[in-house]
């Protein structure tokens, strides 16, 4: 887990465990209430919550759902990217002003075409997996993913890192399912996810 995750989970925590104490340390008071037939029977009623408490409590939700947003942001956005040629629906309309028959640029117009050369899924993942990873993450994902499978005991050499630093790196990488590591003979061969 990354520094700015830490501290996400952290403020997730405490502002979560603010709100319950808000709401269970209420209290409840007792009300004695009197019929018509004389008879007074006592009634348990909450207590009404103050105003700064339930701006605090609202204040509390909101930093709750940023931290969690924040933390899942990165692992939804991997998951549901997706750009396929036949998917592309950016149609921008350009002016034909060397069109021989008509050469008018505000009567002739022609649809653009998406462009050819669009990136394999593959290409897309790893380009948006490196402008989202930070640090020893994203140096370790770039030396992955020019050569697509590697032995670990290699990515230790090329990397520069201790062999413990790679290790956990790799673990982050491969909870957040951009890479699988395989057992191969007292190292692993690291694959980049399909």
């Given amino acids: 887990m990354e520094k700015k995750d830490t501290i996400y989970v952290i403020l997730l925590a405490f502002s979560l465990f603010s709100i319950s ?15 018509r037939d004389g008879n ?20 509390m939700s909101s930093i709750a759902t940023f931290c969690l947003t924040m933390l899942t942001q990165d692992i939804l956005f991997l998951r549901n990217y997706n750009l396929s040629p036949d998917k592309h629906e950016d149609v921008s309309v350009l002016y034909n002003a060397n069109n021989p028959v008509n050469p008018d640029p505000l009567v002739t117009m022609e649809v653009a075409q998406p462009p050819q050369s669009l990136q394999s899924d593959q290409e897309q993942k790893k380009l948006i997996a490196t402008k989202i990873l930070e640090g020893d993450s994203r140096k370790l994902y770039k030396i992955i993913a020019e050569k697509e499978e590697l032995l670990q005991s290699d990515l230790v ?27 191969y003979g007292n190292t692993n061969k690291i694959i980049l996810s399909k």
């Fill in 157 to 183: 050499l090329e990397s520069g890192f201790s062999k413990v630093k790679v290790s956990r790196t790799l673990k982050k990488l491969e909870d957040k399912s951009l890479i699988e590591r395989k057992p």
């Fill in 21 to 35: 104490l808000m709401l269970f340390s209420q209290g409840i008071t007792s009300l004695s209430v009197t019929l």
């Fill in 40 to 59: 007074n029977v006592a009634v348990q009623v909450p207590n009404l919550f103050p105003l700064t408490q339930v701006l605090g409590m609202l204040f």
